[in-house]
């Protein structure tokens, strides 16, 4: 069955910090794979995707890259700021089953200035 | 703004009491389904719809209704509230074409207390 696992939270970093969030997921088909951000208080936003093996996704200063072979799509940020403070998702559509999604349980990154 | 709008945003029930959580999306997008958000368990899906009239069970449906007999609005009812309901609920939609590309919409959400 598909899955996504990430790295569990509370991540806690100074501003300027390196960031990577980790996630692997597992899928039986060839799945599209993103990222969303949720603030507090806020609903999810999608902050970026790749829909195909070796495709890097950006926004934001935000990288991750599409990891057939470890089956991982990392999320990186080579400084972070206070603002970047929230809960990050990782998730999985797979092309076989349109109708779910499969997120991640979410990491919360707190950045301190 | 184009997007996910549901309501209410904050609703406090007693144990037993029913209520409906609105939500409605004004991009035409076919599909749409609702979230609950949990501490330490991310999302998990109560139900969804592929279209108008058509409906199905996610992974948590238990206690809770939904009907789709609009393409815009999704309505989730809760038959009778528990506390184990104590929630944040959130309404997603995409469009089932472009899934793959552009993700979900999701709405704000709803923080349900059940006391």
């Keep these: 069955g598909n899955s996504v696992t990430q790295m569990e939270g509370p991540v806690t970093l100074s501003e300027e910090a390196f960031l990577t969030i980790n996630c692997t997921y597992t899928a039986t088909g060839y799945p599209s794979l993103f990222w969303y951000v949720q603030y507090p208080g806020e609903g999810l936003q999608l902050l970026l995707k790749a829909t195909k093996a070796d495709d890097k996704g950006s926004n934001k200063g935000f990288e991750a890259t599409y990891r057939k072979e470890t089956t991982s799509f990392h999320l990186e940020k080579g400084s972070v700021q206070v603002s970047d403070s929230a809960v990050y998702f990782c998730a999985l559509s797979d092309l076989n089953n349109f109708n779910k999604f499969y997120f991640g349980s979410g990491t919360k990154l707190n950045v301190k200035p | ?115």
């Design chain 2, 1 to 115: 703004n184009a997007g996910v709008t549901q309501t209410p945003k904050f609703q406090v029930l007693k144990t037993g009491q029913s209520m409906t959580l609105q939500c409605a999306q004004d991009m035409n997008h076919e599909y749409m389904s609702w979230y609950r958000q949990d501490p330490g368990m991310g999302l998990r899906l109560i139900h969804y719809s592929v279209g108008a009239g058509i409906t199905d069970q996610g992974e948590v449906p238990n206690g809770y209704n939904v009907s789709r007999s609009t393409t815009e609005d999704f309505p989730l009812r809760l038959l009778s509230a528990a506390p184990s309901q104590t929630s944040v609920y959130f309404c997603a939609s995409r469009d089932t074409g472009t899934a793959n590309r552009y993700g979900y919409t999701f709405g704000s959400g709803t923080r349900l207390t059940v006391v």
